[in-house]
């Protein structure tokens, strides 16, 4: 059968309609292209965009909204805010003392080579570099200090393993903005030693404050001892120069016993003897013996 011949009948409407589908198909585009050609950097990040003809170009866009070809271009975002990191390790002291250490990191890629760092490690780059040469550097450093030195130079080995750890990252393109020690035990026998140390060194404190205890209770009692001899040889002297000083310390006695009966709730009787006034026999025993003299 012969279809050269055959005439196709003009259908009313045929050119406006593939009009319209053409005008679909462009605006389509447009839309696809208007939607997927602008692009979006956030406050405290950065972008690179790779190219399927030139790969990674090596500029590196700011915060802001930008344009890129549609399907040739895609952007790559980089978070460049420090952000921190915790990593432990157990590692061997110079007196070989086992040591778990903590470390906290605040790291963030340099923003000027972050298409170097996307070409060499990728976007997962922390989890690609940081483990290991934080172990390696706590390792390091730790071997060149005692387990008592890290107790007591401890900002000293915090120092040095910022200034290694920093060298090391600045390899990698990776800024170090902070590295701090959080966390430091040792073994269980180190740990005993030391509890074992602090109990001797309380009970020696101890003994010192004890014998130093002896020593000013026997200065007291001998300067005790040296106030009542001088009291006595002095209540002696004046004894033998006046008589009447006895007569004076029993009036005083009595005044006491007085005031204190007077402000008693219970009544008492007491004759002049038991309130030490029988001064009359005591007076004139005193005037005899002045009389003899």
Known sequence: MNFQNVKVPN???????????????????????ATNSLYNVDGGHRAIVFNRVYGIKDKV??????????????????????????????SGSRDLQMVKIGLRVL??????????????????????????IIHETLKAVVAQYNASQLLTQREAVSREIRKVLTERAANFNIALDDVSITMLT??????????????????????????????????????????????????????????????LRQIEASREIA??????????????????????????AATAAAGKR
């Not at 259908?11 to 292209?33: E, F, R, T």
Request: proline share 6%; aromatic share 8%.
């Open 107 to 132: 790291t963030r890629p340099l923003p000027e080579m972050l298409p170097t760092v996307y070409r060499t490690l990728g976007e997962n780059y922390n989890e690609r570099v940081l483990p290991s």
């Open 186 to 247: 040792f073994g269980r026998e180190f740990t005993q030693a030391i509890e074992a140390k602090q109990v001797a060194a309380q009970e020696a404190e101890r003994a010192k404050f004890i014998v130093e205890k002896a020593e000013q209770d026997k200065k007291s009692a001998i300067i005790r001892a040296q106030g009542e001899a001088k009291s006595a040889q002095l209540i002696g002297q004046a004894i033998a120069n006046n008589p009447a000083f006895i007569t």
């Open 11 to 33: 259908v009313p409407g045929g050119g406006a309609a593939s009009a319209l589908i053409k005008v679909g198909i462009i605006g389509a585009l447009g839309l696809y292209g």
């Open 259 to 284: 005031h204190t009966l007077a402000n008693a709730s219970n009544k008492i009787l007491l004759n002049s003897n038991d309130l030490l006034l029988n001064l009359s026999d005591k007076g004139g």
């Open 61 to 90: 866009y700011p915060e802001g909204t930008h344009f890129m070809i549609p399907w040739f271009e895609r952007p790559v975002i980089y978070d460049v805010r420090a952000r921190p990191h915790l990593v432990e390790s157990t």
